[in-house]
């Protein structure tokens, strides 16, 4: 079955780049997205990239997707401390169906 | 929209006593998801549905648990009798194409 892997933890002073990292092992995903989670919150929507480019980039958020390595990442610019939260990457699985990873908890150091 | 809406928001029960956690889904999309999130386990999705219809119910932990969506904007996760080992936050998410949007979650205790 699919494998998503995440480190658990981040910390960034704020100001500086964060880059956020994600493994799997199921290369058939059309979608892959990024969710942001708040304490007490659900998870949020950040982005989402097509299987098929490489770079897409939204504001503040890049994400980079390397298929041959089957790796994802999340890069956040000039990171602010209401980024602080745990961001999860999912891979679509199909029938609209998710596969979330671990999780990284993200702390921005004032 | 107001997204997706779940009640309560928390819910403390005695162990053995029923629970039933509820979901409005945003209005136009047709797939739901219940899913349940704990330090030890992450997110595990337990239910979803398309159409009101269920299409896989493999991650529901046990006969405990049971999942309905009678109609449209309206679903329902019960667990009878609830045990210690449940308590967790559930969410409900809905969604139309390949974008899940979830809700608030229900924060469940159960004593």
């Known amino acids: 079955g699919e494998d998503v892997e995440q480190s658990l933890f981040l910390s960034v002073r704020e100001g500086d780049s964060s880059v956020i990292n994600c493994t799997y092992t199921d290369s058939s995903s059309t979608y892959l997205y990024w969710y942001k989670q708040e304490p007490g919150a659900g998870l949020q929507l950040l982005t989402y990239?097509?299987?098929?480019?490489d770079m897409k980039q939204d504001q503040r958020l890049t994400v980079l997707l390397n298929k041959k390595d089957k790796h994802l990442s999340l890069r956040i610019a000039d990171t602010q401390t209401g980024d602080s939260a745990i961001y999860f990457c999912a891979l679509e699985t199909g029938a609209n169906n998710l596969f979330f990873g671990t999780g990284t908890r993200l702390t921005v150091i004032p | 929209d107001a997204g997706v809406i779940q009640s309560p928001r928390h819910e403390v029960t005695e162990m053995g006593q029923e629970v039933t956690l509820r979901c409005k889904p945003i209005s136009g999309h047709d797939y739901l998801f219940w899913y349940r999130q704990t330090m030890m386990r992450g997110l595990e999705l337990l239910i979803y549905f398309n159409n009101n219809v269920p299409i896989d119910d493999s991650g529901m932990p046990e006969d405990r648990f049971s999942a309905k969506m009678p109609n449209a904007s309206f679903s329902t996760l019960k667990i009878q009798p609830s045990e210690p080992r449940d308590s967790a936050v559930y969410f409900c998410a809905s969604s139309i194409r390949n974008t899940q949007y979830f809700g608030p979650g229900t924060r469940l205790t159960v004593l």
């Open positions: 990239i097509f299987s098929n480019m």
